[in-house]
Every structure is written in C-alpha cells, then in structure tokens.
C-alpha cells in the first residue's frame, strides 16, 4: 500500500532537503552522506538498480542448482514443486515486513538500525548486536557457500568434459577445489574494489543473466530431451528413498524445503544498498518485493522443467556416476548426449549457470562489504575504524577484502570434513532468517503503537503479516536444527544448530562480558 511521500520535517526553505531529500532523510537518521548514489546512474532507473542487485544476489538459478540433490533426496519432485508454494507464501511475509520497515529507515545498517529503533531505548543495543551479528556471520556463510558451490560446479565442468567419472575424466583434489574458490573470491574482492557505478552494472547483468538464463533453460530442457518424466510424477511423486534412515514423510518434506528457503535468500541486499540508491525510502522496499516475487516465480519454473528430466532418483544421487553424484549435472548431461551423442551441450547449460553463479558471488560481496562497512560505523566490529573508510572513489575497500578474507577462511573447514562445510548452506539460511526476524519481532511488539511507516506499508495488516512471517522462522530455525539421518554419526551430524548456537552464544557472550559496557547501538555521526 502507498501513500504520499513524507515530509521530511525541514523547513520548507531549506535548499538543501530540497535539492538532495534522500541526504536529508539519511541526516534525519543520524548519518553523514559517504557513500555515492550511484545505483540509479547506470542503465536503469533507481527502483530496477535496487531489485537487480537483490535479484542477483537471489539468483534461484544458483540456489536451485547447488541445492538440488537435497530436495531430489528428501522427498524429490514433491517436496520440490509443491513445497516451493509453502515457503514463497511465508517467506513473502518476511520480505513485505521487511519493506515496510526499510521504508521507514532506510540505511546501509539495515536489520541491525532497524532492531535498534525498534526495541524500545532499554533493548536497543543488545538487540541491535545480536541482529547485525546474526546478518553478517550469514552473510559471510552465504558468501562461502556460493562461491565454494561455484569452485564445486567448475571442477564438475571439467570432469565431464574430460570423460567423466567413468570415463577417466579428471578428478579434482579437495585442495585445488579451494586453491579455485580462492581465485574466485579474488576476483569478485577486485570487481567490488571498483566505483558503485560499475557494481550497478554487474548487479543489472546478474538480474538480466537469472532471467534470461532460467528462460533459455526451460526451454532448451523439454526441447533436448528424449526421457521426460510425466506431469504427474513431478508434480504427486514423494520420493522416501532417501537412503538417509528417514522414513516419516513429513520430516523428509521438512528437510526437503531446505533447497526452496536456500534458494530466496539475500534480499536484505536491497536494504544494505539504500544509502546508494536515489528515491530510498521507496526504492529499497520496491527491490525487496519484486526481486523476491519474480525470484519465487522464475525459481518455481525452474524447479519444474529441472524435475522433468527426473526419471531415475537413485542413478542421479549416485557418487559413482559420471557427475560424482551432481545430480543437475548429470542430468543435463545425460539429456544432451542421448539426444546428440555428446554432452557438450550440457555443459553449456552448466557454463550459463556458472555464470549466475558467479554474479551472484560478486554481488553478495557488495552487500557483505555494506553491511560491514555500516556495522563499524557504528563501532561493533574489532578494529572498526580500519573497516569503516571509504577511498576516493568512495568505496569501503578495506571491507571489501575483509568479506574475501573471512570467507576463505570460513571454506577450510572444507579440508576437514565436507559435513561440517554443508551446514555452510544451514547457517547462511537460518542465520539471515533470524536476522529478518529479530527487527520484525520488535516491530509486532514493542514498537506496534510508535512505529512510523514510511511512503511504502502495510497498514492494518502490517501486525498480521508480521507475526506470519515471525512464526514461519521459528519453525524453519527448528527445521533446519533436525537431524538429517539416523541413526546420527559422525558422518553425518548436522552442525546447523551447533553453529547457530554458537553464533547466538558468542554474541550474547561479548556482549555480556564486554560490549555491554559501551556498544549503545547505532552512532549519529551528524547533529541532526
């Protein structure tokens, strides 16, 4: 719902509300303009900058694909098409909550000025540390999740052009995986070291390459196809054979959603990008909203036309195929080979979603570097006066690296066990969905009567939505935190709930031994 753009309460003569009220509006918040605007000076106008970063960061070609082996072996086609209506109902909750509220305060800090705000004068610094921390730590995991998953998809690329598994393909070792994902996460440091104007351009190829690439996919995949699975099995076959020691169907569809929540995640993006973008108040909550719809209806297509070349669950999930067990690939693969002879053209489909992939990697640290750079603003972060600074193009630099550094880090537990990696996928969800939840909470509760919205909200339905949206992350946070096999062992223990745990307790621990005693929650850097 829209209502007229609000008053920004300076006098009416003041040239400057006039000339720049986005400056003004942020001056009103306790801020200094430092970062450039620059989303809206590159191809598309403000809103379609704001939704494109969001929407490539999404990126539900990548989400779907790293995630699909999942959803194929926890309940398969069901879960996978009929659960993605489930969580794009909730998870659209959280995102229109979260617009209304970004309408409102629209920063780079995004959640965590949000928790801070809203929470009431006695609550405001504890929650805003222990939401800003929650949002960073999973940011940090999805950083590493996504382009781990890319080193993954490139060291598949090259093993089915040589061969194969089975055909004396080449097998890349653990080590030079990372020694990729390292490369990798290089690049995307140098591409966000560039002026914001060039971030809008990448962040606008991502939105067009999702797009255009889910479009060529769908197409290309019933077209090549020989072996198609029928409506019916896509749409009412709940696989069970999970070869995991789950045998209840509800739990199995339970852990299933995980490829669904996984694969629309990152559009606080939108919020983390406001102090770079013109017209914020309305063109942060904008890009929430529309990179989150379309992302839930470009992802559903996906799913379907990827599930259609769904004809033997088992030979797909099997370690021992040509792929090593990476079912999308392989399928692809399969398809392109038994229509022409050769699978080059499976992995050309697999090029496209690289691709994405890596856009998706770049753009991801763009919101991670924001984030980080508004969190040392405010004096969270150790050594914030080191990660708070902008260089003449006004960039946070040292921020950028930072987000590089730590998510390399984050991807040795790689070398130790690939178990404890997974839950990567785990913490990058949960964590960011606790994040989205906390502001939500206080905004439901503490803050229903004093709350102000912004040009963009939700009026009487703004507490109903909310709560939804509350409960529908309640409820994943124990989803996710199950155990994924039984009987649970070494080899399989899910670290989620270990790492969720330990996230919430070193927070809760450095604000009860340290923090408490001068973190006040966001810093004004302006007399407003």
């Not at 803050?447 to 703004?462: D, E, Q």
Request: glycine share 10%.
């Amino acid at each position: 719902m829209a209502v007229p753009r609000r008053s920004l309460e300076l006098p009416a003569a003041d040239p400057a509300a006039e000339a720049d009220p986005d400056r003004t509006r942020l001056h009103q918040l306790g801020y200094k303009q430092e970062l450039k605007r620059g989303l809206s000076q590159v191809l598309l106008p403000c809103v379609l900058s704001n939704f494109a970063l969001s929407f490539s960061i999404i990126s539900v070609m990548m989400g779907v694909t790293i995630t699909y082996n999942t959803g194929l072996r926890y309940g398969g086609p069901v879960s996978m098409t009929l659960g993605w209506f489930v969580v794009t109902l909730f998870n659209g909750c959280v995102a229109l909550s979260m617009a209304e509220i970004c309408s409102a305060y629209p920063t780079s800090g995004g959640l965590y000025y949000w928790s801070a705000k809203l929470a009431g004068k006695d609550w405001a610094p504890l929650a805003s540390w222990v939401t800003g921390w929650f949002n960073i730590v999973g940011q940090w995991a999805a950083t590493t999740s996504i382009d781990f998953s890319l080193a993954q998809l490139v060291q598949v690329m090259v093993l089915l052009g040589t061969g194969g598994l089975n055909g004396g393909g080449y097998m890349a070792s653990k080590y030079v995986v990372l020694a990729t994902y390292g490369a990798i996460l290089v690049i995307h440091g140098l591409i966000n070291s560039l002026p914001i104007q060039y971030m809008a351009w990448f962040g606008q190829l991502g939105a067009f390459w999702n797009a255009a690439g889910i479009i060529v996919l769908v197409i290309l995949i019933p077209a090549v196809a020989k072996e198609r699975a029928s409506a019916g099995f896509i749409f009412t076959h709940f696989n069970v054979d999970d070869s995991m020691g789950i045998h209840d169907k509800a739990y199995i569809l339970a852990v299933g959603l995980l490829m669904s929540q996984y694969s629309v995640i990152g559009y606080d993006a939108s919020a983390h990008m406001t102090e770079e973008t013109k017209n914020a108040d309305w063109s942060g909550p904008m890009g929430i909203i529309t990179s989150v719809a379309l992302s839930s209806v470009f992802g559903w297509i996906y799913v379907v036309a990827l599930a259609s070349l769904v004809t033997d669950i088992p030979y797909l999930l099997d370690p021992s195929n040509d792929a090593g067990g990476y079912a999308v690939a392989q399928a692809l693969y399969d398809a392109f080979h038994r229509r022409y002879g050769t699978g080059a053209g499976g992995l050309v489909c697999l090029g496209i979603i690289a691709i994405a992939t890596f856009l998706c990697g770049c753009a991801c640290i763009t919101s991670n570097s924001r984030m980080g750079y508004a969190f040392s603003r405010d004096r969270a972060m150790p050594f914030s006066h080191v990660w708070y600074r902008v260089n003449k193009q006004e960039v946070p630099l040292n921020v950028v690296w930072l987000s590089v550094a730590v998510a390399f880090v984050m991807a040795l537990t790689s070398l130790g066990s690939q178990v404890a990696f997974q839950a990567m996928l785990s913490i990058a969800t949960v964590g960011q969905y606790v994040a989205y939840a906390l502001p939500i909470v206080f905004r439901v509760t503490t803050a229903r009567k004093s709350f102000v919205p912004g040009p963009f909200h939700l009026g009487k339905y703004g507490i109903l939505v909310g709560w939804a949206g509350v409960a529908w992350v309640a409820l994943v946070t124990v989803l996710f935190s199950l155990p994924v096999a039984y009987p649970v062992a070494e080899d399989n223990f899910n670290y989620t709930p270990v790492l969720v745990g330990g996230v919430l307790a070193l927070s809760v621990g450095a604000w009860v031994l340290h923090a408490r005693f001068w973190f006040q929650g966001p810093i004004t850097n302006v007399d407003v």
